[in-house]
């Protein structure tokens, strides 16, 4: 199994920045990538931001320019640093691990994705 344990959410103003952490543990191998989506009250969740395991990353256009993805390998730690926050920014941002399928340790595991329990930002106008 894998755990992630976010933190960092929060409340803050309208042009204030937030930086949330997410933090993997367990059976961590053949990661594909490490990301951040948002869910708000009556919309479905979706993506924020990926990094792959080389690094690569990917936004959703409403965060490009603002938000920044990046992680600590050595720590099993993907980081958000959101600037420049708006009142649509308010969600219920939640941490993914997709791992890919292979084999460790004399087991084969199929590919999965892991979600961390959500943490919470509003951003008040």
């Known amino acids: 199994q894998v755990q992630l344990v976010e933190s960092g959410g929060g409340l803050v103003q309208a042009g204030g920045s937030l930086r949330l952490s997410c933090t993997a543990s367990?059976?961590?191998?053949?990661?594909?990538?490490m990301g951040w989506y948002r869910q708000a009250p009556g919309k479905q969740r979706g993506l924020v931001a990926t990094i792959t395991s080389g690094g690569s990353t990917n936004y959703a256009d409403s965060v490009k320019g603002r938000f920044t993805i990046s992680r600590d390998n050595a720590k099993n730690t993907v980081y958000l640093q959101m600037n420049s926050l708006r009142p649509e920014d308010t969600a219920v941002y939640y941490c993914?691990?997709?791992?890919?399928?292979?084999?460790?340790?004399?087991?084969?595991?199929?590919?999965?994705?892991?979600w961390g329990q959500g943490t919470q930002v509003t951003v008040s106008s």
């Open positions: 367990g059976n961590i191998f053949n990661i594909n990538a």
């Open positions: 993914n691990l997709d791992r890919n399928a292979g084999w460790y340790s004399g087991t084969y595991y199929f590919q999965r994705s892991f």
